[in-house]
């Protein structure tokens, strides 16, 4: 008895060929779709971190700048007592007395910069963080900051070596061991006693008062420096707490 295998196997039609064809590549399509998917979320994921890091760094700002401020114009008054004494007698006692009594405290000598709390900056520089800030307005909003923070430093440049050349000058005027004479100080403030200068010479008194007036205008600089960045500091923090719906931070 004779049996016949059927060897003949069907084969496949060309819209089944076109139908797995389709299926391959809608599934590499939505792998690719999914994988863009998940990177933008990602990338917005750390755009929000990085703005709202940024905005804590700019509230320290406002805080430290106020703080900072406040304390200048009350350097910026005692200088202007001092230099109220420019045309006095200081061959008096009482004049010497107010003399020194205006080089005290936050006076000639006294220095208070600010320094920009700029962890987020540093983050976004060094490690490519600003490819991820997508609004270009915040871009420019944070770059345009970073450039008022160089200002106020370039102010505080001039600032300290101003107050540091006058207080070289004081130096050659006054004779700060009355402090530690009980004779001259006690208790925290000035005896009777007449207080000693340095020298006599009236062409370093002139240098002396003239160091004084440089510090007042360089204060003065680096208050308008200071003063300047603030609302921008504001400003940047609206703005940012709108555009990426931050109302909470």
């Known amino acids: 008895m004779e049996v016949h295998h059927n060897t003949h196997s069907g084969k496949k039609s060309f819209k089944e060929y076109l139908l797995e064809g389709l299926m391959i590549f809608l599934a590499v399509t939505l792998g690719f779709i999914a994988e863009n998917v ?6 917005n994921t750390k755009e929000k971190e990085y703005i709202s890091g940024f905005i804590q760094n700019l509230r320290d700002d406002t805080t430290n700048l106020s703080a900072t401020i406040k304390v200048n114009e009350e350097k910026l008054a005692a200088l202007g007592r001092l230099m109220s004494l420019a045309g006095n007698d200081l061959s008096s006692a009482p004049s010497r007395k107010k003399l ?3 080089c005290m405290g936050r006076s000639i000598g006294f220095i208070s910069t600010f320094t920009s709390n700029d962890v987020t900056m540093q983050q976004l520089r060094n490690s ?5 800030i997508k609004k270009q307005m915040a871009a420019q909003g944070i770059a345009g900051y970073e450039i008022y923070t160089h200002n106020v430093y370039a102010a505080a440049g001039v600032y300290t070596n101003t107050i540091t050349a006058c207080a070289q000058a004081a130096q050659e005027l006054i004779d700060y061991s009355v402090y530690y004479d009980s004779t001259y100080f006690t208790n925290g403030a000035f005896t009777d006693k007449t207080l000693p200068l340095i020298t006599g010479d009236p062409v370093k008194r002139k240098i002396f008062f003239n160091k004084v007036d440089a510090e007042i205008s360089f204060t003065q600089n680096y208050l308008v420096n200071m003063k300047d960045i603030q609302p921008v500091a504001a400003r940047l923090i609206a703005y940012l707490k709108q555009a990426y ?3 909470n931070e």
């Open 100 to 102: 020194y009594q205006y």
């Open 245 to 247: 719906d931050l109302k």
């Open 38 to 43: 998940r990177e933008r979320i990602s990338d």
């Open 128 to 132: 490519g963080g600003f490819r991820y």
